[in-house]
């Protein structure tokens, strides 16, 4: 997230995000909101515990790898969880906190950023925030952590975007953000710190526990250079609602490739610091033009999804596009506005951003692919995890046309005669329709990357490297490596609603979970390798600069206009007419 200038004029976004404002002056001291939490009942503590373990037991398609390559066993800690549950009586169980905490470590063990314990009411839906962005950026001195953002009326000495925070309630910064890193989920060692980073200012309740400070102190050094030191408490709001229903069987539902955690900040990103998209939200809303765009910036039906503007880098003008999220109902829409936005940026490059992008609907992500390359599309293929439950599912709607999960009923019922531990792999996405439209921009194109990419972004960024579609610039050396289909607890428990037999049992007081259900598969160069733990590793690094974080990423764009001007030898029209022009060079032919 970055911090530009921003060109409209004060009185519209003013007016535009006066609902905000009204809706964030309604937020909570995180003490005050405390006191109205904890209201589960012993047997209710029991039931989520037994729920978990149906889950992580029977549905939980990465649950070998993850007891191998992180050592812990999560379906054990639950055994032993639920027997020292049977010995407490409503008067002797511990405070509700400590429950919930010790069924998050639990999933959060398995470092899996789908597979997640949701919190109940009044949790769900909220978030705990501080008034203020930090983010990273690297140079000759090592690494800084900087404010970037400040929510909109909040002031203090000398405390703005550009001061950069040096300790953390005494803490020196960079190692309060390893403390915090290590309290959350994470497949490699540059996503929990880039969350670790994040979390420090907001952290979505659905999925994290409260902080257990009430306030901290942030100590800082101001543009004059003067230390100063800011006492802040933590406030609790309503977050803004979900794009998509999870839980509902839905094919959005069914094709989820989301980290909830991202989702909930990117949403509580946009409350706290971003008016200018709630006012180009709610001009779409009434069908109207947003009144002042930014200099080479393309209005966008979608601005929650999309920005796309033109950008001057030492190489050229190019055109960039940012996704900030697959997560919507209608991937044909989503290609559609794609399309579209590209097609009136430059046509002779193509940045496409996809940082801090947390998944959503694969079917939009590996549509996306084709409009971008001559290449035919291969879909990832994905796989269940053999066991009784889920073959039971999967029989359940083995002739359902909405659900289509017959492919894979053959392989686990052969299973039980030959041990395989999966089932055969087959395409989520449709090949037909990832392929329906076929290539739309035609200009060299580079993909940036960074940590906290995830899911369905993972396999966006992976299905992009198969197919040799461009370089992937990373910010960090590696995505957030989440490689599955993800299902709710209440999704699951619907499509064996009609089973009188079923494990599920609905959850008390809003209590959730998630579990990744089917692992995904690379195809190409890599084809069988799990995304999982593994991610997309970016062809070339950029490491986030000063210059960047005030500058709307200037360093970076430049970085990426090399890209695009460089040729590249695996494009075709290099391969086979080396002296045909290439709009990579801007006109000049590829042998110079």
Request: glycine share 6%.
């Amino acid at each position: 997230m970055t911090n530009p200038v921003d060109g409209t004029p004060p009185e519209f976004i003013q007016q535009a995000a006066e609902p905000v404002r009204a809706h964030l002056a309604t937020s909570t001291a995180l003490n005050t909101f405390l006191q109205g939490a904890g209201t589960l009942t012993l047997e209710e503590r029991r039931l989520i515990v037994d729920q978990a373990l149906v889950l992580l037991e029977q549905n939980y398609v990465h649950l070998p790898l993850k007891t191998a390559m992180h050592a812990v066993n999560p379906v054990q800690r639950l055994r032993v969880l639920r027997r020292r549950l049977e010995r407490q009586t409503q008067k002797t169980m511990p405070l509700e906190w400590i429950f919930h905490a010790e069924v998050s470590e639990t999933f959060h063990s398995v470092r899996d950023l789908h597979t997640n314990y949701l919190l109940p009411n009044p949790f769900a839906g909220k978030i705990a925030f501080l008034p203020f962005l930090i983010e990273q950026y690297t140079d000759q001195q090592g690494t800084h952590f900087m404010v970037t953002h400040v929510v909109e009326g909040f002031s203090a000495p000398g405390f703005k975007a550009g001061v950069e925070i040096t300790h953390w309630s005494g803490i020196p910064i960079s190692d309060a953000v390893d403390l915090n890193a290590a309290r959350f989920a994470g497949s490699n060692t540059p996503a929990r710190r880039s969350r670790g980073v994040q979390s420090l200012t907001v952290r979505p309740l659905r999925i994290h526990l409260p902080p257990f400070e009430e306030w901290v102190t942030v100590s800082y050094i101001d543009e004059g250079g003067t230390k100063r030191e800011l006492r802040e408490n933590w406030r609790i709001v309503e977050n803004l609602p979900a794009f998509v229903n999870a839980d509902a069987v839905s094919a959005a539902a069914l094709s989820q490739g989301l980290d909830l955690d991202a989702d909930e900040t990117s949403r509580a990103k946009v409350l706290l610091f971003a008016p200018r998209v709630v006012a180009q939200e709610k001009a779409v809303q009434a069908n109207e033009s947003f009144p002042e765009l930014r200099q080479g910036e393309v209005a966008t039906t979608m601005p929650k999804v999309f920005k796309a503007q033109k950008v001057r880098t030492e190489s050229g003008t190019y055109g960039h596009i940012r996704i900030f999220t697959f997560n919507v109902d209608d991937p044909f829409a989503f290609v559609e506005e794609f399309v579209r936005l590209i097609g009136k940026l430059p046509q002779n490059g193509l940045i496409v951003d996809v940082r801090d992008n947390g998944g959503g609907h694969i079917h939009a992500a590996e549509f996306a692919l084709q409009v971008l390359t001559p290449r035919r599309i291969v879909p990832e293929p994905v796989q269940f995890i053999n066991t009784p439950l889920n073959l039971r599912i999967c029989r359940e709607h083995q002739t359902n046309p909405d659900i289509n999960l017959g492919a894979w009923v053959p392989s686990m019922e052969q299973a039980v005669e030959i041990g395989a531990a999966f089932s055969s792999a087959f395409p989520l996405t449709p090949e037909d329709k990832a392929n329906a439209i076929g290539q739309q921009y035609f200009g060299p194109v580079v993909l940036i990357t960074n940590a906290r990419c995830y899911s369905a972004t993972d396999i966006f960024a992976a299905g992009f490297q198969d197919h040799q579609i461009g370089p992937v610039l990373g910010t960090d050396e590696n995505t957030g490596a989440g490689g599955a289909n993800v299902w709710t607890h209440q999704l699951l428990s619907s499509l064996l609603q009609g089973d009188k037999a079923t494990p599920y049992v609905p959850l008390p007081k809003g209590a959730g979970m998630r579990v990744s259900i089917r692992r995904t598969l690379r195809v190409g160069p890599q084809s069988g390798t799990p995304v999982e733990d593994l991610g997309v590793i970016p062809d070339e690094r950029h490491q986030m600069t000063r210059r960047d974080l005030l500058e709307d990423n200037a360093d970076l764009f430049d970085r990426a206009g090399q890209l695009l001007k460089k040729p590249d030898p695996t494009c075709r029209i290099h391969q086979r007419h080396p002296r045909r022009r290439c709009p990579a060079t801007q006109g000049e032919s590829h042998q110079r």
